[in-house]
């Protein structure tokens, strides 16, 4: 059996959730597994419903009240429980933060391992094997699972299409699956979940996006992007490094940790195209990269691809863009 | 309060505790590092496929920097003892010796080429047996390493020790009992969490400013002590990776790339004509 375990956030599913579920139909009919969906937390009958209008053949609500919110301690202990009484061959989960906050703690306490940050997968006889980035996206890895069942993995946000998760004849049951946690078991307390100063710039808004990298070296070279941006009429925007530097305020980061966007077009300066920060933004209808270093994972997903210097190129880029909306 | 430490006393391994546990502000913490392929190293497959060839440049994994200046913080704030540990051929004492020159007290290196190959849970084994005699309030890891990118070792050693833990770390603040931590999460949004000590906790780059190295602090690095830990050691307490890594190779292409060539000022033209008639952004 396949069980995929959907994501709720205060009472709402995560929609990446269908993205899962997409990979979880399409294994189970390559397999003919039967395929299950769980959603965990304090009262998702309302989310497990949604859920039971996808081709699913069961969904369970995984419920008790120590599940709100959201701990790895209650999560990890909920799970066990649960998984351990079904005994699914393979365990998949959306590579969430609050994903990654658990599973590995879960899979430990199980025994058992997850393929974390999974991007696809083969079925090479009867053997599954699953496709994972490695050296921030320089090499892809084939791995498969050398242990016991069950087999977890995660799914890297956007490996597959959200949008094409299959719908049900009919609404699957739910069942509603009371785990007991006992005290003490939570050791975390959480606060409320809070948004830093209020973001000034809505970068998923932008139709034009110019992103800057490592590659610009100095907070002072920050201003030639700036002009380019300015001078295609789009936002500027940056890769985690260069916020966390303080170059650029933390509102205009595009990445897992930062905005999702997915402009006409995204114009990337220096960036080497980490994991972390593609998933923000491999959404965008073109992408053009500018790099020095031809081997940059940025450019496997790059439309148009310059090789060379940005000092050098953008300059007379700016000249040009600005002739061509003067002529236009 | 002041307390006195008689002579007699200071090697009582009972005093020292007690001593120890009323200096409230006393931390001692791990942190876990990783030697990774510098950043911009170009990156060659090995004649099987089964990893990449070994002679290039290595590096600190940069989230592990941080959670290293994070804990030199910490020690700065409340005293304390700061060890680095490490796992690797020889080449990582690298990291463990920069760990050192920056103000870590100690290192504990688990020297052999076979720990470079070990899944997450093993290595966290091996992690958990080489400081089995010690007593760590927190251990930091970076929040995933730039070559596997499991992400998951920290939570591992957490779950293997029955610590609690928490991950993305942004913030650290002691408390007069546990911590508080900043938690980053998607898209901007951040949790405050107390939770109690021992823990574990996986730091985000970002959530300080990394030192340099001084002078001073390299000199002194050559006399602080570096425990080095074989694979017979900890052998027992590890056992056949749960995963395997069947095969590495080059990405294939989903997208067709066109290449813009030719002198800074003939791309920029190529570029804009691109842009124009084919993005239409222009």
């Keep these: ?328 | 309060m002041l307390i006195h430490v008689g002579e007699a006393w200071a090697d009582d391994p009972v005093f020292n505790e007690t001593l120890r546990r009323r200096q409230e502000s006393f931390v001692k913490i791990l942190v876990c590092m990783k030697q990774v392929p510098q950043k911009d190293a170009p990156l060659k497959l090995n004649e099987g496929g089964t990893w990449i060839r070994e002679d290039v440049s290595y590096e600190v994994n940069e989230p592990d920097a941080y959670a290293l200046e994070e804990a030199l913080r910490q020690k700065e704030k409340h005293s304390g003892e700061v060890v680095v540990i490490t796992s690797g051929p020889a080449r990582a004492s690298q990291v463990l010796r920069e760990a050192l020159a920056k103000g870590a007290d100690r290192a504990i290196h688990l020297e052999d080429n076979a720990f470079v190959g070990l899944d997450a849970y093993n290595t966290a084994r091996a992690f958990a047996a080489a400081i089995k005699d010690e007593k760590f309030d927190l251990i930091f890891t970076g929040l995933q390493s730039d070559d596997y990118g499991y992400a998951q070792t920290g939570v591992i050693l957490a779950e293997l020790l029955g610590w609690p833990h928490a991950t993305i770390i942004m913030q650290i603040e002691k408390q007069d009992a546990g911590i508080r931590v900043k938690r980053e999460l998607e898209a901007g949004f951040f949790q405050f969490v107390d939770m109690p000590l021992p823990a574990v906790l996986t730091i985000q780059s970002g959530i300080n400013k990394l030192r340099y190295a001084t002078l001073i602090g390299i000199k002194q690095a050559k006399n602080k002590p570096m425990r080095k830990v074989t694979m017979a050691e900890v052998q027992t307490a590890i056992g056949e990776n749960l995963q395997k890594i069947e095969k590495l190779y080059i990405p294939q292409k989903t997208k067709k790339t066109e290449m813009i060539q030719g002198s800074p000022g003939e791309m920029a033209k190529k570029l804009v004509e691109k842009l124009r008639n084919e993005v239409r952004v222009l």
């Design chain 1, 1 to 328: 059996m396949i069980l995929v375990i959907v994501e709720q956030r205060e009472g709402k599913l995560n929609r990446v959730s269908w993205e899962t579920l997409t990979a979880g139909q399409a294994i189970a009919a390559e397999t003919g597994w039967p395929l299950e969906a769980a959603v965990v937390g304090g009262s998702v009958a309302a989310i497990a419903a949604e859920v039971a209008g996808k081709k699913v053949a069961k969904v369970s609500a995984v419920e008790s009240a120590k599940l709100e919110p959201y701990t790895p301690d209650s999560f990890a202990a909920a799970l066990k429980q649960f998984i351990e009484s079904k005994q699914p061959k393979l365990v998949l989960m959306p590579h969430t933060y609050q994903v990654r906050d658990f599973v590995p703690k879960l899979a430990t306490a199980m025994g058992r391992t997850v393929i974390s940050d999974a991007i696809g997968y083969k079925k090479e006889g009867e053997k599954m094997v699953f496709t994972r980035q490695m050296f921030q996206g320089k090499f892809v890895a084939d791995v498969s699972f050398a242990g016991d069942a069950p087999w977890f993995v995660t799914f890297q946000n956007g490996a597959f299409r959200g949008d094409k998760v299959e719908a049900g004849a009919a609404a699957a049951p739910v069942e509603t699956v009371a785990v007991e946690i006992a005290d003490g078991v939570v050791r975390n307390k959480p606060q409320e979940v809070f948004k830093e100063a209020k973001q000034a710039v809505d970068l998923t808004q932008a139709e034009v996006i110019v992103a800057v990298g490592r590659g610009i070296k100095e907070q002072k070279n920050i201003e030639i992007a700036k002009q380019l941006a300015e001078a295609l009429g789009g936002e500027l925007a940056a890769s985690r490094p260069i916020c966390d530097s303080g170059w650029l305020p933390m509102d205009r980061q595009i990445g897992s940790s930062g905005q999702t966007v997915a402009p006409k077009l995204y114009l990337a300066l220096g960036i080497s195209g980490a994991i972390q920060h593609i998933v923000g933004m491999k959404g965008a209808r073109t992408i053009v990269a500018v790099n020095k270093d031809s081997e940059a994972p940025i450019f496997e997903i790059a439309d148009y691809a310059v090789v060379g210097n940005l000092f050098e190129v953008v300059p007379p880029l700016i000249e040009e863009i600005k002739k061509a909306k003067a002529g236009a």
